[in-house]
Structure formats: structure tokens, C-alpha cells
């Protein structure tokens, strides 16, 4: 059964720091990896999503990694904004699962002016 | 585009009362999902439709939960009878059939008291 493990549960930074929210997951043998923001009482909005077959994607200021032999994605935040405050997710799409994506608990980030 | 609609956005009903939420989901999709999202279990999927079809309702947590999508534009989740413990945030997400994204709306927030 695919599990993703998302850690650290919070972090808190100030304004202008590069950071890195890490995403890990059981089984190597997923379709893609999304992740997903989510503002405080809003659904969730997605911000890149990496192909099984690649190894990163990027979107103005963030950057995804994947490394599926090791079970790892990175999300990069480069100089953080306070309006970058919100919970970040991962989901996985396992392979057999179908259409099904398998979540992480998230990191809930604060960039603190 | 208006993206995934859901209805309403917050229920509260007490214990017993049969409750009803509502998804449209964003036209020329043909994949509709139904998650749940607690503190607890965070974000899972409950039932997924391909083409109005259900497809895997095995995360569906009991009898109590049934879901419906008569046609293309409209499916609807429904609790009968509800319990406290099924108070969440319920979402809604579609894709192009099989497509690779997901695409969430707003959620509807249930309490059940």
C-alpha cells in the first residue's frame, strides 16, 4: 500500500529565505507526483505536476523535483513571500491504483514578514 | 472556465439527519472524485466516476455513504444517517477522462453535531 510522508508538519521562515519542502513516498512505482496548495478554508490548487518519467518541473519562483528510485520529491520556494504562506501537499498516482492519488499530511509553511 | 462548483459550501445538521452534497464538476471532464479531509486521515478518496460510472468506491467508509452521478454534469454525495464523526471537509475534484490532473473545488465544510 503507497504511503507519502511529508516532513517537516510546519516550518516558519522569514521573508526572503529559499526553502525546501520534502515529500516522500513507499513505493517507487507511481504514474506522477502533484503538489497542491492550500489556503485556510479553500480547496486546493495545484502547482506542478512531474510525470513519472521526468525528473523536475518548474513554475516562476518553484521548482519540483522527483527521484523515484529513492521514493523522494523536493518542492523549491525560491525567496519566499509571505503570501506564499499556506499548507503545501503531495500526492502520489500509483501505477496500480489507477486514477487514484494518495496524499501526504502536508506542511503548513508561515513566511514570516 | 468555472472550475469545480460545490454545493453548499457549509453544512451543519445534527446527528440522524441525512445530508446531501453536490458536485459540478468542470465541463468536458469525464472523471469526477470525491475526497475527504480530516486532521485525523487527511485527504482521501472516498469514490471516483469514469464516464458516470463508478469505478473504485472502495474508500467509502460505510453503508451510510452512497454516491451518485446520473449524468455528465452533476453528482452528488449522500450520508444517511449521519454521525459527529463524519464532520470533514468534503471535495470534489474531475479530469479529462484518465487525464494526468486533477483539478479541486472549494469544498463543502460538514458538521454534524
Redesign the interface.
Known amino acids: 500500500k503507497q504511503e507519502v510522508t511529508q516532513i517537516p508538519a510546519a516550518l516558519s521562515v522569514p521573508e526572503g529565505e529559499n526553502l525546501v519542502l520534502n515529500c516522500s513516498f513507499t513505493d517507487s512505482a507511481i504514474?506522477?507526483l502533484?503538489w497542491?496548495r492550500q489556503d485556510p478554508?479553500?480547496?486546493?490548487?495545484?502547482l506542478l505536476?512531474i510525470?513519472s518519467s521526468q525528473r523536475e518541473q518548474t513554475s516562476g519562483r518553484l521548482n519540483a523535483s522527483l527521484d523515484k528510485s529513492s521514493g523522494r520529491s523536493t518542492l523549491y520556494i525560491a525567496a519566499s513571500q509571505p503570501g506564499d504562506s499556506a499548507t503545501y501537499?503531495c500526492?502520489v498516482?500509483p501505477v496500480q491504483g489507477?486514477?487514484?492519488?494518495?496524499?501526504?499530511?502536508?506542511t503548513r509553511l508561515t513566511i514570516n514578514p | 472556465d468555472a472550475g469545480v462548483i460545490q454545493s453548499p459550501r457549509h453544512e451543519v445538521t445534527e446527528m440522524g439527519q441525512e445530508v446531501t452534497l453536490r458536485c459540478k464538476p468542470i465541463s468536458g471532464h469525464n472523471s469526477l472524485f470525491w475526497y475527504r479531509q480530516t486532521m485525523m486521515r487527511g485527504l482521501e478518496l472516498l469514490i471516483y466516476f469514469n464516464n458516470n460510472v463508478p469505478i473504485d468506491d472502495s474508500g467509502m467508509p460505510e453503508d451510510r455513504f452512497s454516491a451518485k452521478m446520473p449524468n455528465a454534469s452533476f453528482s452528488t454525495l449522500k450520508i444517511q444517517p449521519s454521525e459527529p464523526r463524519d464532520s470533514a471537509v468534503y471535495f470534489c475534484a474531475s479530469s479529462l477522462f484518465r487525464g494526468p490532473e486533477q483539478y479541486f473545488g472549494p469544498g463543502t465544510r460538514l458538521t454534524v453535531t
Do not use: E, I
Open positions: 504514474y506522477n502533484q497542491f478554508g479553500k480547496g486546493l490548487t495545484s505536476l510525470q501537499l500526492a498516482r489507477a486514477q487514484k492519488l494518495v496524499f501526504g499530511q502536508g
